[in-house]
C-alpha cells in the first residue's frame, strides 16, 4: 500500500502482437488511477518475430512506466503469466491479453476497485464484448461464442470457471504469491480459477468491459478447440479430486434461456449458430486432438487492429 491505496501492476503477455500492442499500453498510460498506484507496466515477450518488440521498446523509452522482458524461447502464455506471479511484488497484479481494447477510461479502477472493495476477492474476470465481423461466416461463429456467452452468464452471480476467460484479470498479490503452479499442468487456466475457488474468490465484473475480436473463420475455430484449456487433466484431478471433470456442466435450464435470449437479438443467426454447435460437438470435438503444449497455435482472425 501506499498512501493507503494499493499498488498495482499490469502484467501483458505478447507473441506477435504488433497490430493491437501501441494502442493497448497508449490506452493504459491514460486509465485514471485515483484509487490505486500504478507501479509499472511489464511487457513479457514470449519469443516474439514481428515488431513487437521494436514497438514495446519505443515506448518504454519514452514511459518509465513501461518495462519489457525478452523471451528468447516461446513458452506460451500460462508460462509468462506464471512468471509474473512469482515475480508480483505489489497489492494487485493484472494480466491483459495484447489483443484487446479497454472500454473507457476507468476500466483499471472498476476491475481493481472489485479487490480493494471485497476482502475475500482473489480473482476478478473482466466482461469480454466481442466484435461482430463483417462476413457471413464469421458473423455466424460470432454468434456461436455470444450464445454461449448469454448461456454462461445465468449462473448466479456468473460463478462459473466458463466466466473466468483470462483475457483481463486482476488477482490480490498475495493469492498469486501463495500459489504454486506446477509446471507439467495441461490447464494451468483451470488450476488458476480452482485455486480462486477453494476460497470463494472468484468475481465475475460486468461493469469492466473489454472489447475482443472474435475468432471468424472455421480453421481457426479448429485452433482455438485445440488448446488444452478444457481438457481432462489427471494431475488437476489429483489435486482437487473429480469434481473437477464437472467443472464446466451447464444446467439446462441456463442453455434454453441463453437460447431464446440469442434469439430475440439475432433471429437470422441464432439458427444457424445452433447447426455450427452441433456440428462442432458431433464433428469436430469427438475428432480433434486436444494439444498438451502450453505453446498454442496463433488464432490469426483475433488479432485485427480495433480501428478497423
Not at 484509487?35 to 514481428?50: C, G, N, P, Q, Y
Not at 484487446?100 to 472489485?114: N, P, R, T, Y
Not at 471468424?216 to 482437487?240: M, P, V
Amino acid at each position: 500500500m501506499k498512501n493507503n491505496l494499493p499498488t498495482v501492476s499490469i502484467c501483458i503477455p505478447a507473441y506477435n502482437e504488433e497490430e493491437n500492442i501501441k494502442s493497448l499500453l497508449v490506452s493504459l498510460l491514460s486509465q485514471k488511477h485515483k484509487k490505486f498506484v500504478l507501479e509499472d507496466i511489464i511487457v513479457r515477450l514470449d519469443a516474439s518475430t514481428d515488431k513487437t518488440y521494436e514497438i514495446v521498446n519505443s515506448l518504454s523509452k519514452k514511459h518509465e512506466t513501461i518495462k519489457l522482458i525478452k523471451g528468447s524461447v516461446r513458452k506460451g502464455k500460462y508460462f509468462r503469466v506464471n512468471e509474473a506471479f512469482r515475480n508480483c511484488k505489489t497489492d494487485v497484479l493484472v494480466i491483459l491479453d495484447a489483443d484487446i481494447a479497454l472500454v473507457g477510461k476507468d476500466f483499471l479502477e472498476k476491475l481493481i476497485d472489485v479487490i480493494s472493495s471485497n476482502k475475500k476477492a482473489v480473482l476478478v474476470s473482466a466482461h469480454q464484448i466481442s466484435l461482430q465481423p463483417s462476413d457471413f461466416i464469421g458473423k455466424i461463429i460470432h454468434t456461436h461464442f455470444e450464445m454461449w456467452s448469454y448461456i454462461r452468464l445465468n449462473f448466479p452471480n456468473q460463478n462459473s470457471a466458463l466466466n473466468y476467460l483470462g483475457s483481463a484479470t486482476a488477482y490480490r498479490g498475495s493469492f498469486v504469491c501463495s500459489i504454486n503452479m506446477p509446471s507439467s499442468l495441461s490447464d494451468p487456466h483451470l488450476y488458476i480459477f480452482m485455486k480462486a475457488r477453494e476460497v470463494n474468490g472468484f468475481i465475475y465484473c460486468k461493469t469492466a468491459e473489454i472489447l475482443v475480436w472474435p475468432i471468424s473463420t472455421i480453421s481457426d475455430l479448429k485452433k482455438f478447440l485445440q488448446r488444452s484449456i478444457g481438457k481432462k487433466d489427471n494431475e488437476l484431478i489429483k489435486l482437487f479430486g473429480k469434481d473437477i471433470e464437472s467443472i464446466y456442466y451447464i444446467p439446462t435450464g441456463y442453455k434454453i434461456k441463453g437460447i431464446v435470449k440469442s434469439l430475440i437479438r439475432q433471429p437470422f443467426y441464432t439458427p444457424l449458430a445452433i447447426v455450427l454447435s452441433l456440428y462442432i460437438s458431433i464433428f469436430v470435438l469427438k475428432n480433434i486432438k486436444k494439444k498438451n503444449s502450453a505453446v498454442w497455435d496463433i488464432v490469426k482472425s483475433t488479432k485485427k487492429p480495433f480501428s478497423q
